[in-house]
C-alpha cells in the first residue's frame, strides 16, 4: 500500500454542476453566489474539497465545457468578484475549491478558433487540427463521441476541422508549442490566485496519432486515447507548472486500462495525483457475472495503489446516469442502496468524489419527450435515431436510464416550489420526486441518506489508517455479497455489503461475524445471521 501521506489522501470531494446547484438571483440557472449561500450545508457534511463543473465563458453547447475564454466567468453565473467571494469564504472555512480544466477542446467561439478559421496563415492558424478534405470528404473515418463524423467542413479555409465531441468544441493541436504555451500559461494564472487544483476533462485525449490514420471501427478510440504524447504533455505540466503548488490534479481518462493508468498516476513519474477510469460505471448492471466484474475491477485497481499510484473512488457525476437507478433499486429500497454506495465509496481505496445529490439519494428523471431533455449527447442521439428510422418507444425508455440529464436536474434543497432550487423557471425541470426527496428533509431525519454520508464521513476522519491501510476481497466469487477487508497496523475493517432486495444467509456463506464491534449500519434492528436487503455493514476489529 502506498503510505505517503497527502491532504488530497485524506480528503473527501464534493462535485457541483454549477448550473444545478442553486439559483441565487431567480432566473432558473445555478450560479456562483448560489453555491456560497450553500457552503455550511457542504461543511457540516464533512467536504473537504470542492470542485465545480466548468464556470468559464461559455455559449454552452455542452454546458460549459466548450470554452470561450478561460480567463472570465459565465455571465449566467456571476461575476469574477462573485468567484473571489466564493474561494476566500471556502478557503476561511478551511475547504479547498478545484476547477474543471477543459484543454483537449475549446469553444468555437474563442479568439483563438475564430481566428484559425480565417485563414491558413495567421498567428492562430495551426491552433486546431486542419486537414484538406479527400476526394471531397473527411480525411478521415473517426467519428464525434456526440455523434457524427469528428469533422466539419469551414468555407473560409477550405478544410475541414477535427472534433471529437460536437462541432462547436474544436480539437486544439498539441503539437504546437504555442498551444502548450498559452495553455500553460493559463493553468498558472489560476494556480496564481489561489485555487487548489483541477479535475482535467478528457485528458488522456490530448494527443493523437501521427498522421491521423483511419481507424478499425469509426468510434475506435485507439488512435487518440493515452497515446505516449499524451503523458509527456502531463509531465510537463506538472515539471513547469503545477509542482510550484500545493495543489491536487485529478484527470478524467475515460477508456484507460489499469497498466496506463498506473502510469499517469505512479508518483515517480510526475504526472496527476489520480484519475477517473470507467470500467464499474460502464457495467450495465451489477447483477451476477456483472458483480464478479464489478469486484475483480476493484481488486484490479487497487493494485495501481498498492504499486505506488493513488486511486479516487466515484459511482456518480454530471455524465452518468444516477447509479441507485442504475445498478441497485431505486423504488423500494432506495435508501438503503443509497446507503451502500456511501459506504463503499467512502471504504473502498483511494479519494472518494461524492457529486451532488448522491448524498440525498437523488434518482434518475425520465423525462417523456425530447423538448424536455437539455443535453447535447442526448438530443444529437435523438436525431440519429429519427434518421435510422428506429421506434421512438425503445428510445425514450433508453434515454429514461442513459441520459445525462439525469445527473442534471436541478439539486432538490426542499418541498417548496421548483424543490428550493429557484423560484423563477428552471432551466431543467425538477425531478417530481422532490417532496420526499430533498436536503430538509434528510437532514432532519437521524436515519437519512444524508446523516448516514456524515457519519462515514467524520468516520473516516476519525480513522485515518483506514485511508492508508491495505483492501482485500474476502469473497471473490459470490454473486450476492461483497465482502472485504482494509487492514492497517492498527485495525482491521470488515465491510460486508448485501448487493442484492434478498435476505441473505450468512451461514450458508460460511460468513461467520463474530467480529470485535459492529460500527456502522444502514438498519437499525440487524441480525448476526442474516442480511437484509442492501444491507451495509463496518466492522473493525482490533490488531
Ligand atoms: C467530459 C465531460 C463531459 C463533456 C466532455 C467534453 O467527458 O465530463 O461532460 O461533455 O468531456 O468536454
Ligand atoms: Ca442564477
Known sequence: MNKNRKWWKEAVVYQIYPRSFKDSNNDGI????????????????????????????????????????????????????????????????????????????????????????????????????????????????????????????????????????????????????KVKTDIFKMVDWWLNKGIDGFRMDVINFIAKEQGLPDSKRPDSPEKWSSLPKSHKILNELKNEVISKYDVMTVGETPFVTPEDGHKYVNENRNELDMIFHFEHVNLDNYDGKNFLKFKDIQSKWYKVQEQGGWLSQYFANHDQPRPISKFFNDEEYREESAQLIAMMLLTLPGTPYIYQGEEIGMINVGFNSIEEYNDIRTINKYYDMLNKNLAEEDFFDKLKEKSRDNARTPMQWSDQTHAGFTNGEPWLKVNSNYKIINVKRSINNPNSVCNFYKELIYFRKNNKDLIYSDYKDLLKKDKEVYYFKRSSNKNVYYIILNFTGNLIDLRKKKIKLDLNKLELCNYNNYDCKKLQPYEARLYISKT
Open 30 to 177: 445555478g450560479d456562483l453566489n448560489g453555491i456560497t449561500e450553500k457552503l455550511d450545508y457542504l461543511k457540516n457534511l464533512g467536504i473537504d474539497v470542492i470542485w465545480l463543473s466548468p464556470i468559464y465563458q461559455s455559449p454552452n453547447d455542452d454546458n460549459g465545457y466548450d470554452i470561450s475564454n478561460y480567463y472570465s466567468i459565465m455571465e449566467e453565473f456571476g461575476t469574477m468578484d462573485d468567484f473571489n467571494n466564493l474561494l476566500e469564504k471556502i478557503h476561511k472555512k478551511n475547504m479547498k475549491l478545484i476547477m474543471d480544466l477543459v484543454i483537449n477542446h475549446t469553444s468555437d467561439e474563442h479568439p483563438w478558433f475564430k481566428e484559425s478559421s480565417k485563414s491558413k496563415n495567421n498567428k492562430y492558424s495551426d491552433y486546431y487540427i486542419w486537414r484538406d478534405p479527400v476526394d471531397g470528404e473527411p480525411p478521415n473515418n473517426w467519428e464525434s463521441r456526440f455523434s457524427g463524423s469528428a469533422w466539419t467542413y469551414c468555407e473560409s479555409r477550405g478544410q475541414y476541422y477535427l472534433h471529437l465531441f460536437s462541432k462547436k468544441q474544436p480539437d486544439l493541436n498539441w503539437k504546437n508549442e
